[in-house]
């Protein structure tokens, strides 16, 4: 059974760090890629990043480019997103979530966490 | 404001047929397979349609998908008040390199 474990979250003041983590079980975590997404409080999803299973391909969204960082521990079997000059409106429950193993290069997510969640305030 | 556009809301009574539509552009969904997801309330997003119109194992074939041109419609038959909940549509856009969701939309089985 695939399983998504999620942690790391928390509260943490604006300008701040956070390191989220993803277990992955289940699965040859080293042959898929994974992703994060983020859903604000009441809000949509958002999709926040993207890395391939030798992480040799990474995409972010532009409204984290350059403050968060993916990474992931194959050995480990673990995903991570690293979360730097955090704003209030990175305040959201993170998921991590397996992207679908297409031939045909859909984008699909097909198994997802539990999320935790960030919230960014003073 | 999402790049996929969704309806807000959605309403039928229990046991009719609803279709959300999804519209997007020659870069996303013009371009590149789309998939539907489901998220019960206080739950994570579940995976209902994938590469248009595929069904993962488990979901009823009273959830369809399909897609022309740069737009994507679900539909649901049979509607049961379990169905209540927001529903996404999703895709890869090629000129952004990022994966968009639209916005939501909630159905509501009366």
């Known amino acids: 059974e695939v399983q998504l474990v999620e942690s790391g979250g928390g509260l943490v003041q604006p300008g701040g760090s956070l390191r989220l983590s993803c277990a992955a079980s289940?699965?040859?975590?080293?042959?898929?890629?994974m992703n994060w997404v983020r859903q604000a409080p009441g809000k949509g999803l958002e999709w926040v990043s993207y890395i391939t299973g030798r992480s040799d391909t990474i995409y972010y969204a532009d409204s984290v480019k350059g403050r968060f960082t993916v990474s992931r521990d194959n050995a480990k079997n673990s995903l991570y997103l690293q979360m730097d000059s955090l704003r209030a409106e990175d305040t959201a429950v993170y998921y991590c979530?397996?992207?679908?193993?297409?031939?045909?290069?859909?984008?699909?997510?097909?198994?997802w966490g539990r999320g935790t969640l960030v919230t960014v305030s003073s | 404001q999402s790049v996929l556009t969704q309806p807000p809301s959605v309403s039928a009574a229990p046991g009719q047929k609803v279709t959300i539509s999804c519209s997007g552009s020659?870069?996303?969904?013009?371009?590149?397979?789309v998939s539907w997801y489901l998220q019960l309330p206080g739950t994570a997003p579940k995976l209902l349609i994938y590469?248009?119109?595929k069904r993962p194992s488990g979901i009823p074939d009273r959830f369809s998908g399909s897609k022309s041109g740069t737009s994507a419609t679900l539909g649901i038959t049979g509607l049961q008040t379990g169905d209540e909940a927001d529903y996404y549509c999703?895709?890869?856009?090629?000129?952004?390199?990022?994966?968009?969701f639209g916005g939501g939309t909630k159905l509501t089985v009366l």
């Open positions: 590469e248009n119109n």
């Open positions: 020659n870069s996303n969904i013009g371009k590149n397979y």
């Open positions: 289940g699965f040859i975590f080293s042959t898929n890629s």
């Open positions: 999703e895709t890869w856009d090629s000129s952004l390199s990022a994966i968009m």
């Open positions: 979530a397996k992207r679908f193993q297409s031939t045909l290069g859909s984008s699909a997510l097909d198994y």
